[in-house]
């Protein structure tokens, strides 16, 4: 079984940062592309930054220059450092992983339970 288990949400005034955690475990082999998605109350959920294998990155418009995703493969764990943080992030904030978990190349995607990240004065 594969698990991902995300950290480091919660309530943090405008302007000010938060540093999440998605740390995989169980019978992993391999890991690929992994990513961090948010969803707000009434919308659906949407891409804010992915991080390859190798390290590329991409991240959504509204993110860019504030947010950086990073991993540190020794520990199958990825980051997300988010600074100036407005009104708009607030939501709940999923990791994602496509994971191998045996040396046959079959990968799955495995999601977190999710995090919650609210950003008021």
């Known amino acids: 079984q594969v698990q991902l288990v995300e950290s480091g949400g919660g309530l943090v005034q405008p302007g000010g940062s938060l540093r999440l955690s998605c740390a995989a475990s169980?019978?992993?082999?391999?890991?690929?592309?992994m990513g961090w998605y948010r969803q707000a109350p009434g919308k659906e959920r949407e891409l804010v930054a992915g991080i390859t294998q190798g390290g590329s990155t991409n991240y959504a418009d509204s993110v860019k220059g504030r947010f950086t995703i990073s991993r540190d493969n020794n520990k199958n764990t990825m980051y997300l450092q988010m600074h100036s943080l407005k009104a708009e992030d607030t939501a709940v904030y999923y990791c994602?992983?496509?994971?191998?978990?045996?040396?046959?190349?079959?990968?799955?995607?495995?999601w977190g339970q999710g995090t919650q990240v609210t950003v008021s004065s």
């Open positions: 169980g019978s992993i082999f391999s890991i690929n592309a």
């Open positions: 994602k992983a496509t994971i191998r978990v045996t040396t046959w190349p079959l990968w799955n995607d495995y």
